[in-house]
């Protein structure tokens, strides 16, 4: 977050349940991996995240992602089945958290490449 003062100011003083907005991923972060990282430290803090370009990756969309988990555990008696199939919610649940992961990276990633072409256009 090198050289942007009044959001450092900002992230300072966020609050739970606060709401921040942008424009587009790239005001938020132009470093791939700073942005994800910094993506999870608000949602952990329970910031609310709202990209009007990159809406898919709000944080409420995030959060439903989490909270429709299967929240099934079977237990039939037979051990085995109910190994078996444990296993595969569990992967399921693991692979629908995953996916909105890399969703959100892929956005990030997108706009660190966008601002990197941008310099090199205009250093020509």
């Known amino acids: ?8 100011k900002l992230l300072k003083v966020i609050q739970p349940n606060d709401t921040l907005i942008f424009d587009s991923v790239s005001r938020f972060s132009r470093n791939a991996d700073e942005g994800c990282e910094l993506y999870e430290k608000l949602f952990n803090d329970r910031v609310n995240l709202i990209f009007l370009h990159e809406s ?3 944080t409420d969309i995030y959060r439903k992602a989490l909270d429709n988990q299967i929240k099934i555990h079977l237990q039939t008696g037979d051990t085995a089945t109910d ?11 693991k692979y629908t958290i995953e996916l909105a ?21 205009i250093k020509g």
């Open 1 to 8: 977050m090198n050289g942007r003062k009044e959001f450092e």
């Open 56 to 58: 898919y990756i709000n």
């Open 83 to 93: 190994t078996f199939v444990n296993a595969i919610i569990e992967a399921l649940n």
């Open 101 to 121: 992961k890399a969703q959100i990276r892929k956005a990030f990633e997108q706009a660190e490449k966008e601002v990197k072409d941008l310099q090199r256009n």
